[in-house]
Structure formats: structure tokens, C-alpha cells
């Protein structure tokens, strides 16, 4: 107003800048909020509820995860190349046991084993260079709600025979009402 | 230069805001849509067998039968272990269809998981091992159902669960 030269009228423009700044600020928020669905964690798992389930600790790195599921064919669907998924069908048939890990195709059980031991024997021998002496790898298992007991009883007996000695059980937090126990 | 500045001001810099504000309401207007406060994921971790334990039964079990050591995994030493039996009939398919608490002295049904808790909560109070609790449940039950049952030992105070493998042909 002040700087507008003499005679053109009153600006009628609306202040834009703190309504962006408050929209910036909402935009921010919903950002960091989103669940960005990472590659290890897969959504098509639903976890059980559990009371005793404490926090993630964030600043532990070392993680592995091992998703298991029954087979569902809609979960590859669109997400696999045809002949990926051809040969997936073919190995699986619905409601089989799958073992999902990060950046490989759904697996059986022997094919866990073998892949674990790799995992392994790579993990030792970057603990050997280090000076470290064993093996800090965590494994996370993220077994979905229908899964067997005897599944993943054989999933953690193999991590453990492996020489994995840290084993996690992922569930979802359940609130309990009126206050936890 | 002040005094020339008075005298003669530039041309005012003109930032278009309306635009910005334009796409910053689109990108909120995706971010609200796609905004689903899931229940957060927490994790709990196993406790197995100390270290120590574990290593001198390596060395002597190396060559033992494979059976042998798949019954000693994965146990800590516990008075109590509690059962639970699924069916997969169409009833009860993979929920539990029942549960009993094995102590040194037998075995004893238990009717609900409410009963459990209590039971446990008494039998804590009597077992050496206050801390150790094992869970033996049949191959066919629900994951989920398992973690319930580990709750409900939780709650009555037992902190390290192990689990015992399923019996076979369960």
C-alpha cells in the first residue's frame, strides 16, 4: 500500500504468504507421516496383535527380514514380471507356506536355508575383517496372523541352526482399553 | 546509495505465490488422502539359550542325530510348559480347541484363556523358575492365536517365552 504510487487504489490482493507458510508446514507433516512401504517390510502381511510387542529400536541397522505368508497369487500379480510370476505360479499353489525376503522371489523352506547360510557366511565374514567376533545380524520374523505355528517354529529353529543368534518376533501394538496392564 | 534508493525505488521483485499455493494444496490434498495411522509395528525379542550352553553342546552333539537337537533348541529350562491343541476340522480351523499347563508333577486342563492367566499367576508363585515359560502348541494353529497365548504368559508375569516344537503328527 504504502509503496503503490498515489492514485491507483486500494490493493485488494488477499496476503498469500502465511497461508502457504501454514500449508508448507501441513504438506511437511503429512510427508513424514506416510509409511513409506520399504522394500523389507511387506504390506501384504497382516501381523497378529500383541499386548507385549515393545518399540522398535530404530538406531539398530543390522536387521533381516523374513516375511511369511500363505501363498496368494493377487500379492504377485501386478508386481512381478510375467515370467517371474509364471514360474511362481507354477512352484506355488495357494495357501502354500511362502517366505518372502528383500529383493528375492517368493521362497520355500530350502530355499531359505541356503540363502540364510549365504547371508550368514557373508555376515562373518565382514564380523572377521572388523575384528568383531560373532554375528550381529537380527532376524525379524514377520509371520501373518494365518500362518502355522509349525511354520514358524521351523523358520526360527533354522535361523538358529544357521548361527543366527537373535531372533525378533514382529506383531502389531494392541491397545488395551481403559489403560495397559 | 540509501538516499538514491528513497528517491527511487526499483521495480518491486513479484513472486507468483498463487501457483505455489495451487500445487502445495494438490500435494496436501494427496498426502491427507493417503494418510492411514496404522497400528504401530513393535517387535519382542526371543531369548534362547545362553551362549554358553549352546557352544559346549555344539561341540559334543556335532555328529549326534538331527532329531536330538531340534528337541533341545530353542528351549530355555522351565517348570512350566503349556500346551495348546488346535483342529483343523471345519470348526475350529487352526484356533485353539484346547489348552492344558504341564508341570513337573502332570498335566491339567484349562477351559479359556482367562483361566490361564489366573492359573499362571498362581502357579508362579509356587514354580522355581519364575521366569521361563515354555509353549508347546500344535503344528496347525494360528500364528496369531500363539501370539495370544503369549500374551496371556506374559501377563501373568512370565518375561521369556521359548517355544517347544510341535508334536509330530499334530
Known amino acids: 500500500m504504502s509503496h503503490g504510487p498515489a492514485g491507483q487504489g486500494a490493493n485488494a490482493e488477499p496476503n498469500l504468504t502465511p497461508l502457504l507458510d ?3 508446514q501441513l504438506l511437511m507433516f503429512f510427508m513424514m507421516c506416510v509409511n513409506f512401504v520399504s522394500e523389507q517390510v511387506n504390506e501384504d502381511i497382516k501381523l497378529p496383535k500383541s499386548l507385549a510387542v515393545k518399540p522398535m529400536d530404530k538406531a539398530e541397522a543390522d536387521y533381516l527380514f523374513i516375511n511369511l505368508k500363505p501363498f496368494a497369487i493377487q500379492d504377485f500379480q501386478d508386481r512381478l514380471p510375467s515370467d517371474v510370476l509364471a514360474r511362481v505360479q507354477a512352484n506355488f499353489r495357494e495357501g ?9 522371489e517368493p521362497m520355500r523352506r530350502n530355499d531359505l536355508r541356503v540363502w540364510l547360510k549365504q ?26 496372523k494365518e500362518a502355522d505355528y509349525g511354520q514358524v517354529f521351523e523358520i526360527l529353529q533354522m535361523c538358529k541352526n544357521v548361527g543366527y543368534r537373535r531372533l525378533m518376533l514382529r506383531a502389531l501394538t494392541k491397545n488395551v482399553p481403559g489403560g495397559a496392564t | 546509495m540509501t538516499i538514491r534508493r528513497k ?32 497400528d504401530l509395528e513393535g517387535q519382542m525379542e526371543l531369548s534362547l539359550p545362553s551362549e554358553a550352553i549352546t557352544q559346549a553342546k555344539d561341540k559334543e552333539d556335532i555328529k549326534q542325530d538331527a532329531q536330538v537337537d531340534k528337541e533341545q533348541d530353542l528351549k530355555l529350562s522351565a517348570n512350566l510348559t503349556v500346551i495348546v491343541r488346535t483342529q483343523r476340522d471345519n470348526v475350529n480351523n487352526g484356533l485353539i480347541s484346547g489348552i492344558s499347563l504341564q508341570d513337573d508333577a502332570g498335566t491339567g486342563p484349562v477351559d479359556t484363556l ?5 492359573e499362571l499367576k498362581t502357579r508362579r508363585a509356587t514354580v522355581e523358575n519364575k ?10 494353529l494360528k500364528w ?11 501377563q501373568a508375569g512370565f518375561k521369556n517365552i521359548s517355544f517347544v516344537p510341535p508334536p509330530s503328527g499334530s
Open chain 2, 114 to 118: 482367562d483361566k490361564l492367566r489366573d
Open chain 2, 7 to 38: 528517491t527511487e525505488p526499483g521495480p518491486e521483485p513479484n513472486l507468483p505465490v498463487t501457483p505455489m499455493l495451487d500445487m502445495a494444496f494438490q500435494l496436501l490434498a494427496f498426502f491427507v488422502m493417503t494418510y492411514h495411522p496404522s
Open chain 1, 22 to 24: 501454514v500449508v508448507l
Open chain 2, 131 to 140: 521366569e521361563n515359560i515354555k509353549i508347546q502348541a500344535d503344528s496347525k
Open chain 1, 119 to 144: 547371508q550368514y557366511e557373508d555376515a562373518r565374514q565382514v564380523a572377521e575383517q572388523r575384528g568383531a567376533k560373532n554375528v550381529n545380524t537380527a532376524i525379524v520374523i514377520r509371520a501373518h
Open chain 2, 144 to 154: 496369531e492365536e500363539v501370539i495370544n497365548v503369549m500374551d496371556v504368559c506374559q
Open chain 1, 96 to 104: 502354500d507356506e511362502c517366505i518372502l525376503v528383500p529383493g528375492k
